[in-house]
């Protein structure tokens, strides 16, 4: 099976793969060699300041959204804990009944 290759107008050579600061991580947008790279949380890369700021935006409103999502999960395991804790607690009588 032959592996996929990609057409890149700045080269010749049809196998060239693009290398990943040749676009910005959020519009798509060709960056020029020419170019100022705002880089985020390491290697993605960002054509401007506000594709970058609108990235860190969502990353944030992710991890909020993340964050009261997993405490509400915890609230929740831990009232299903204590309610299993309190049924545990209760006497219950064994034996036979014999009804007549």
Known sequence: MRSASFHYPRCEDERYQPHFLDSCFLCHKQISQNSDIYMYRGNTPFCSQE???EQIEMDESNEKRLKLSSKRSNQLRQSK???KESDTNKAVRTGT???G
Do not use: H
């Open 97 to 99: 009944v014999v009804v």
């Open 51 to 53: 594709c970058r700021q």
């Open 81 to 83: 804990e204590s309610s």
